[in-house]
């Protein structure tokens, strides 16, 4: 139940022109108690969404008095004018996604040329609002002119497909939504072109990763932008969709997806909200807060995990369902808009084991492929890597649906195991499959042991990137070294990976060197302790298995060595020699 701001108003009300002290009193005193009743509502644990919705209306309300009050003050005085103005909301206000502290985004639209009532309708709302010190963002325009700076500034153009009717002439709002439909329906290529780009800057400024350790919970990958961006687009590509149950509506995403993308808007506009509690806008999850985060969300934490590593576990966890599912929307706005544009499909065509190729994805034309086969949950992956190209969003869904078929049997079968070090050894895509395996559950599924780290956060100095982030990326940089991405600063390094005759023994010991890691203790010797057991599973030999532990148990020596002692030392050098043994581990230790 809203709170009763209205009554600071009444005496307002009485007043044929009130004086602008008055006005102003009644709109800090209804700001003030609106913000009372959002924190309320907040610390009680009322879903995020609803939170955000009641902001949005408390300020509608707000908006729609200052507009009727400003039009009785200037009609006390002037002559009424054949004048039409309409009032929107924009942006996050539009979308009624209006956190604690966010900006209020306003649209003020009027027909012919700037006069007297205009000037008083504009006046009195953004005056209001700033003596307040309400973050506004205002415009005031004509239609042609909204249409012209829209063309020359995106970010305007797609604030305009948020735009919300408030008050004042409604034909004049319909125009506007008239005018900006076509203009998208002309431009739907390029509009999403741009905004495709500006998210690629986007993730280039804040990271490509959902898993930094400060992410800023709207602009990081896995943010709330990276779901604005795909409802926008989506827009463009179908004009119908308006709101988040639309994609469903429209099938750009399955009910699972949606499911999905919800669960994970509600964990980060509640933790945006509490971000924004004491009144200033800050999006980005410091280490300074993340403690105070986790105990306003209720998480008490374990002997192994702390509340902080399991609000940071769950950010990670939601963020890339919101990466996932927001591909997916692009993916299919992509197809509808190539469609409209009349360009016709490749044709498909059948692979090995009845997959397809179609439209430059690897498409699984029914489940019925992966429940006779399951080791198939491995080989789509070495299949789309050989042919170097994605998975559709069907392939990617069935796969989602189908984790269930990874188990024991499938853990411990040789075939899937020669999948699996087949995608390790593979020339080309080998850390692009790996982590479209860990962001599908895949990789977590077929070694267990690597799925309890997937998402894990450690606060220290060392690490940038969750654990598993943090693993695929060090196979990755090995893979760039193969390559020659550094060979003028590494040529010895280069020149030893060149000789590695076993690359997918390394890789799996980088894959794996901390596994061990959320369970307190030595994780190093924890995880080497793990490596036969995995590596029985998946047929290695006794000198790979040995290899692989000799990484695990001792992969921070070197370093240690290096940091810490005289590396000409000849009893530094004994030692080590001693401890690897043989020519083919150090090569391995030093790699990694």
């Not at 004048?83 to 996050?92: D, F, I, K, M």
């Not at 409209?340 to 692979?351: F, L, M, N, Q």
């Not at 790996?434 to 895949?442: D, H, I, Q, R, T």
């Not at 020659?484 to 010895?492: K, N, V």
Request: some cysteine.
């Amino acid at each position: 139940m809203q709170p009763v701001c209205d009554d600071f108003f009444d005496p307002i009300d009485r007043e044929i022109a009130p004086k602008p002290a008055e006005l102003n009193s009644a709109v800090r005193g209804y700001l003030a108690e609106a913000r009372r009743y959002l924190l309320d509502i907040h610390e009680r644990s009322v879903p995020a969404r609803q939170v955000n919705e009641e902001h949005a209306d408390l300020m509608d309300r707000l908006i729609r008095r200052l507009f009727r009050v400003s039009e009785d003050i200037y009609h006390a005085s002037s002559p009424r004018l054949d004048s039409r103005v309409a009032v929107l909301a924009t942006g996050g206000y539009g979308r009624r996604e209006l956190a604690l502290a966010s900006d209020t985004d306003i649209l003020i639209l009027y027909r012919g040329k700037v006069n007297p009532y205009v000037e008083t309708i504009a006046e009195a709302i953004m005056y209001r609002l700033w003596d307040a010190r309400v973050s506004v963002s205002s415009a005031t325009r004509t239609v042609s002119e909204c249409l012209r700076v829209g063309e020359e500034d995106c970010f305007s153009m797609t604030s305009y497909l948020d735009a919300r009717f408030l008050v004042g002439d409604a034909g004049l709002a319909a125009e506007f939504e008239q005018e900006v439909r076509a203009w998208i329906r002309n431009h739907s290529t390029s509009f999403i072109e741009d905004k495709l780009e500006e998210q690629r800057r986007r993730h280039e400024r804040f990271g490509e990763s959902p898993y930094l350790l400060q992410p800023d919970i709207r602009e990081s990958v896995g943010g709330l932008r990276d779901a604005h961006t795909a409802l926008w687009i989506a827009h463009a590509a179908n004009w119908e969709v308006r709101q988040l149950e639309h994609l469903h509506v429209h099938n750009f995403i399955d009910g699972q997806e949606l499911a999905d993308l919800l669960a994970a808007l509600d964990f980060l506009w509640r933790v945006r909200n509490e971000l924004h509690r004491g009144g200033r806008k800050d999006d980005r999850l410091h280490f300074a807060v993340q403690e105070r985060v986790a105990e306003f969300l209720g998480l008490k934490g374990s002997e192994q995990t702390l509340p902080v590593e399991q609000l940071m576990r769950a950010y990670y966890l939601h963020a890339r369902a919101l990466q996932r599912v927001s591909r997916r929307v692009l993916d299919h706005a992509a197809r509808l808009d190539r469609r409209r544009a009349g360009e016709v499909p490749s044709d498909s065509r059948t692979v090995e084991e009845g997959f397809v190729l179609a439209e430059g994805r690897l498409e699984i034309p029914h489940a019925q492929l992966l429940e006779e086969r399951p080791v198939r949950m491995l080989s789509t992956f070495a299949l789309a890597q050989r042919y170097d190209v994605e998975l559709s969003a069907r392939a990617q869904r069935l796969i989602k649906q189908h984790l269930d078929l990874i188990d024991g049997a499938l853990r411990e079968d040789p075939e899937a195991a020669g999948v699996f070090r087949q995608i390790l050894r593979a020339k080309n895509r080998v850390y692009r499959t790996l982590a479209a395996m860990n962001e599908l559950g895949v990789l977590g599924a077929y070694i267990p042991e690597f799925g309890e780290i997937v998402g894990l956060w450690q606060q220290d100095l060392y690490h940038t990137y969750t654990v598993d982030a943090h693993s695929l990326f060090l196979v990755e940089q090995l893979r760039r070294l193969e390559k020659g991405r550094y060979i003028d600063e590494l040529e010895l390094a280069t020149e030893l990976i060149r000789e590695t005759p076993m690359l997918d023994v390394l890789y799996l010991g980088c894959l794996l060197h901390d596994i061990g890691k959320g369970k307190g203790g030595s994780h190093a010797a924890r995880g080497a302790r793990m490596i036969p057991e995995i590596g029985r599973r998946m047929g290695l030999t006794t000198e790979e298995i040995e290899g692989v532990a000799f990484l695990v148990r001792h992969h921070l020596h070197m370093s240690a060595l290096a940091e810490r002692r005289d590396v000409n030392g000849s009893r530094l050098i004994i030692n080590l020699a001693n401890l690897v043994e043989n020519r083919r581990r150090l090569r391995n230790f030093y790699l990694m």
